[in-house]
């Protein structure tokens, strides 16, 4: 773990103006306009975004083609894309805490939390895209003695990425290490109120050897710039994260322009099961309160319901909410912060909003419900704990995407799967339970791409992560994500 004097130099560093990088050159956005960077920290301007549009989404775009036509990238030998995508990995590494602290004064996650999940995860997953794509092989058919069919995995082309501004970094690495490690070319869109941290990386990455034109960064307000990359007909592949609404408009622009392939990471409403038979229940309420509360709640796959087995459904709402008013909010550069800041003014009023609608629906208010350290100049909310939420309650059937849990009873198993089903999403839950039989029942009954059993997170690269139902389609991580970013070609040959 880092010292807390070298994070506190790395906060006093100005962050200069911010450009485009388009074909291994920064540049001004066309309009010459520009957006301010409020850091949640203290509510005061960070730096300035280049306000990108569609002339500069057009630019890098053509790019990123000329760079795939020409070969450079996409017709480089695997060994090559893999030297090239170490040192990326590596020089993430090396810039760690520079990388983590740039993204914390951007967005707000503790540091503690950051580190890991920032430059650690993104150094990760370069690594093991680069490992992995020397071992990736074509297929021969079995066909009969006088056919050859062989099966060629190729890269698409041109590969449009739209990433959230929770865990930028972490998010962008899965998606832009298996593009670029497959042969791909990239323009990547990162969020308005959090790019910073893939500016910084898209300069590692031309340090490390990616040829220009490879990796490029429009940045902008999403209605425009990401309307821009949606639309854009020479654009093969669109990898996409955040809300459901965004992404009806992504599919809506691939049906106006060239059908592209859109993959949707769409968030959810995830379900934190807990029964009686639990193995330790004093560990469950602790990781059931930091699987809500890390990152103030702004994760892709919280466990924002909790469903508790009636029997010990009290005393178990009692220990939860325990732990979230002991948990301490606070600036998140300083290590011993175990919650931050909300990413922005306008997603901390919307989560206090959530929290006075659960209140005037019924929902028993255990802990929180307010702003706090508002003297900062910050945007932090206290941890918010409801219980006897009913799954008609717009708290068990909205993602808040805050800092706010809801706790709802439940009977027996069935009524367990059928509170956890009740939702429109279906992206991670959770099972505890000392039942192994339970367990493998609850895993194929819980309609979610990833069920945690006695624990919540910390699935590895090595797992896919993807939604089922309205919380979208296709995979990150893992081997399977190359699939979103090869084509397959068969080769019929007659003998």
């Given at each position: 773990m880092s010292d807390q004097s070298a994070i506190d130099r790395l906060r006093a560093v100005p962050v200069p103006p911010q450009k485009l990088f388009i074909a291994g050159q920064w540049s001004e956005a066309a309009s010459g306009g520009a957006l301010d960077v409020i850091s949640p920290i203290d509510g005061a301007?960070?730096?300035?975004?280049?306000?990108?549009?569609a002339a500069d989404i057009d630019r890098a775009v053509a790019a990123a083609r000329r760079s795939f036509d020409a070969g450079v990238w996409s017709r480089a030998a695997p060994a090559e894309r893999k030297r090239v995508l170490l040192r990326i990995a590596e020089l993430i590494g090396k810039h760690a805490l520079e990388l983590a602290v740039l993204g914390v004064r951007d967005n707000g996650t503790e540091i503690s939390m950051a580190l890991k999940a920032e430059p650690g995860s993104a150094a990760g997953t370069f690594r093991y895209y680069g490992e992995a794509i020397d071992k990736v092989y074509g297929e021969i058919a079995p066909t009969a003695e006088n056919v050859l069919g062989?099966?060629?995995?190729?890269?698409?082309?041109?590969v449009g990425v739209i990433v959230p501004w929770n865990f930028?970094?972490?998010?962008?690495a899965w998606k832009i290490a298996p593009a670029l490690a497959a042969g791909n070319s990239v323009v990547l869109k990162p969020a308005e109120v959090a790019?910073?941290?893939l500016l910084r990386l898209a300069e590692l990455c031309a340090e490390a050897g990616l040829p220009d034109g490879v990796l490029n960064v429009v940045t902008g307000r999403g209605a425009v710039v990401g309307e821009a990359l949606g639309l854009h007909n020479d654009v093969d592949v669109l990898a996409f994260t955040g809300s459901g609404m965004v992404g009806r408009k992504l599919l809506e622009y691939s049906a106006r322009s060239n059908l592209k392939r859109v993959y949707l990471e769409l968030?959810?409403?995830?379900?934190?099961?807990?029964f009686a038979d639990a193995p330790d229940l004093d560990q469950a309420a602790k990781v059931s309160a930091f699987g809500i509360f890390r990152n103030s709640g702004q994760v892709c796959v919280a466990g924002s319901r909790l469903l508790v087995e009636r029997s010990i459904h009290k005393a178990f709402a009692a220990k939860v909410a325990e732990i979230a008013a002991s948990m301490k909010v606070g600036d998140p550069l300083d290590l011993s912060s175990q919650a931050g800041a909300v990413s922005s003014a306008d997603q901390l009023a919307k989560d206090l909003r959530y929290a006075e609608a659960a209140a005037a629906e019924g929902a028993e208010l255990l802990t929180g419900g307010r702003r706090v350290l508002e003297e900062t100049g910050g945007y932090y909310m206290a941890p918010t704990v409801f219980d006897n939420v009913s799954s008609s309650m717009a708290?068990?059937?909205?993602?808040?995407?805050?800092?706010?849990?809801g706790i709802i009873p439940f009977d027996d198993e069935a009524d367990a799967v059928r509170i956890a089903n009740s939702t429109v999403y279906g992206l991670a839950s959770a099972v505890w339970t000392s039942n192994l039989s339970k367990a493998h029942r609850m895993v194929r009954a819980?309609?979610?791409?990833?069920?945690?059993?006695?624990t919540?997170?910390?699935a590895d690269i090595t797992v896919p992560l993807g939604g089922h139902r309205q919380s979208g389609n296709g995979h990150d991580k893992s081997l399977h994500a190359l699939d979103k970013y090869t084509d397959l070609k068969t080769a019929w040959i007659q003998l």
């Open positions: 301007k960070l730096t300035t975004l280049a306000e990108g549009e062989l099966i060629h995995r190729e890269p698409v082309g041109v930028p970094l972490m998010i962008g790019s910073l941290s968030g959810g409403k995830s379900p934190n099961i807990v708290l068990a059937n909205e993602e808040v995407f805050g800092p706010v849990l819980v309609k979610a791409g990833v069920v945690h059993v006695n919540y997170g910390g």
